[in-house]
């Protein structure tokens, strides 16, 4: 069973609001999110109501303030658990929408997008088997994009405005 507890203050001090599932506006149970623990399952915070805007993926462990889930503010406004995966993992990414253009397919992680695929941009992907993480630039740094299996036809399906994808690895809960 998955659990997630959000503090208002920093170092889990304040009000708090434990929560064990999906949950698409946090903002009724508490006004802001300095630190959180993730009791258990893995997750994705959203610094939006209704799973929009920023995204943090969380796994167990504890984070006593925002920066500790690479967070750009205080706002988490809204929550999902995702299952645990145990299969293979298996993507491909395009150079242009539409998943056109120069493909390649991974079954690994990639640390640095340009270095691999030859190319700054992934304008589509289809994720065939797996959760994979998208990071804004390479090393596992920057924004998040979580991307369950499904085809997404244009960055801004996984929540992007801008295709610069610096980096991408599988969800495993061993990197939790």
């Not at 170092?11 to 599932?21: A, F, H, L, P, V």
């Not at 006593?64 to 503010?73: C, I, K, Q």
């Not at 991307?147 to 980096?167: F, H, K, Q, T, V």
Request: charged share 20%.
């Amino acid at each position: 069973m998955g659990k997630i507890v959000f503090y208002e203050g920093r170092n889990y001090q304040g009000r708090s609001y434990e929560c064990s599932s999906d949950c698409y506006d946090t903002y009724r149970h508490f006004n802001c999110c300095n630190s959180l623990r993730v009791m258990g399952g893995h997750w994705v915070g959203y610094e939006k109501p209704n799973y929009m805007g920023y995204q943090y993926v969380l796994g167990p462990g504890e984070y006593p303030d925002f920066h500790h889930w690479m967070g750009f503010n205080n706002c988490i406004r809204s929550c999902q658990m995702f299952p645990p995966y145990r299969g293979a993992y298996r993507m491909r990414i395009y150079n242009r929408p539409e998943m056109h253009g120069h493909m390649m397919e991974f079954t690994d992680d990639c640390p640095n997008v340009f270095d691999r695929f030859g190319h700054h941009g992934i304008y589509s992907s289809n994720c065939m088997e797996g959760f994979w993480v998208f990071y804004e630039h390479p090393n596992y740094r920057g924004r998040q994009y979580f991307l369950r299996p499904g085809e997404y036809r244009a960055c801004m399906d996984w929540g992007c405005m801008n295709p610069m994808i610096g980096s991408f690895r599988r969800m495993r809960s061993s990197l939790m």
